[in-house]
């Protein structure tokens, strides 16, 4: 007689059967992850191999929570790139807010080309209003609780950007602004902080909004990184207080706007030597070392300098582990191509909600993916006790 599959239910609340039950998916997972990680190698680990394609990088620990229990995880990590194991499903949450939007924007009529090719393609042409109702619930549910959830602080380091995405209104298609804040937290972790959705890059708008941050937790704050935006300038010492440190590239791609062409390369050459200066006090004398050598010649790069020197400098105040990090926005700029790309399917916006859903699902994407990776600094360079691993995450840690 053949054995039969039984529910898990029918094996009773026996915690010794649960415990053995639990045991062996960690055991099944685990070999699960093996597998998919030998795949991106195409190669045995530890073998030499002409087919191998990257090698592997130890483990990073990870809970998993079932109808179990939770389970611990190790989850292999690669030389190059990232691996995310297959049943966790990292990007559930963005691809059905993509769907939702898609389909929101069908029904009210604010479709592109792009988007009915898309919508034909996925044979979502029957979907009715309740199911788009019911799908959108869902992962606004999610996205606001993420959005909404209390900051658990300090963030010593602050990073502030916008992106622009067009969105349906009154019979126009304005574009907004999708300002968002990322942190790095006490275990030299970035976190998504928030995001919002306003008609222009105000004062007002980015008082309000960081004014929010605030409401939920936000503290400690020492540093913040942005562009030199007028309006968010005066938002963040009105909101934040703390040192202001102007995004180091934003700055010379200022700069290098009242250049020749010609002579581009040597000015930017020349000012770049003081970001090569060990202490930050010798980076100022450099500074206006160079802002009185360019002076004759480009009268306007020297004003520049002048007016920018405390501000392009105030990373140098803090440990040198953390310049490469602090010294620019160019994490949270990836952060905006990235969201950049992903929205491009759908071209227009049927309204500001849609707009929170799919952003605001991609940047929980990002920020759970943030938490199951290595911290980006070390904890000395945090102004905490060094670890033993610290001196590995010193030489291999990157931005």
Avoid at 285 to 309: I, K, Q, T, Y
Avoid at 332 to 339: H, Q
Avoid at 368 to 382: F, G
């Amino acid at each position: 007689m053949a054995d039969k599959d039984y529910p898990l239910s029918l094996l009773g609340n026996s915690v010794e059967v649960k415990d053995h039950v639990r045991e062996i998916l960690e055991f099944a997972v685990q070999q699960v992850m093996e597998f998919e990680t030998l795949s991106a190698c195409r190669a045995e680990y530890g073998s030499r191999s002409e087919s191998r394609e990257n090698r592997r990088n130890g483990y990073r620990d990870r809970l998993w929570d079932t109808r179990l229990g939770a389970i611990d995880l190790r989850i292999p990590k690669l030389r190059q790139g990232s691996y995310f194991p297959s049943f966790l499903e990292p990007r559930r949450t963005a691809e059905k807010a993509l769907m939702a939007v898609i389909q929101e924007a069908y029904l009210q009529g604010v479709s592109t080309r792009a988007v009915d090719d898309l919508v034909r393609s996925l044979g979502a042409t029957g979907v009715s209003r309740s199911e788009v109702s019911r799908l959108v619930s869902e992962i606004d549910e999610r996205v606001n609780a993420f959005l909404d959830r209390p900051l658990e602080g300090p963030y010593k380091h602050v990073w502030l950007d916008a992106t622009y995405l067009k969105v349906r209104e009154n019979h126009r298609v304005p574009s907004k602004a999708v300002v968002i804040a990322i942190g790095l937290n006490k275990d030299g972790k970035r976190e998504v902080l928030g995001m919002d959705v306003g008609y222009a890059e105000t004062e007002e708008f980015w008082s309000s909004f960081l004014r929010s941050l605030t409401d939920r937790g936000l503290r400690g704050v020492e540093l913040v990184t942005s562009d030199a935006h007028s309006g968010l300038k005066a938002a963040i010492d009105q909101c934040l207080g703390g040192h202001w440190q102007r995004c180091r590239v934003h700055f010379m791609r200022n700069l290098l706007a009242s250049v020749p062409r010609g002579q581009k390369g040597l000015v930017a050459a020349s000012v770049r030597t003081a970001f090569e200066q060990p202490t930050q006090a010798d980076a100022k004398a450099r500074w206006r070392d160079v802002a009185d050598g360019l002076r004759n010649g480009f009268p306007r790069v020297s004003e520049l300098m002048d007016d920018a020197e405390e501000d392009a400098l105030a990373y140098m105040a803090y440990p040198s582990g953390l310049w490469s990090m602090i010294a620019s926005n160019n994490g949270l700029e990836r952060l905006n191509r990235e969201i950049k790309r992903r929205c491009d399917t759908v071209q227009i916006f049927p309204n500001t909600g849609s707009v929170v859903r799919l952003v605001g699902a991609i940047l929980m994407e990002q920020h759970d993916e943030w938490q199951v990776t290595k911290r980006q600094m070390t904890k000395e360079s945090l102004g905490q006790p060094s670890t033993k691993s610290d001196a590995l995450l010193a030489r291999g840690a990157g931005g």
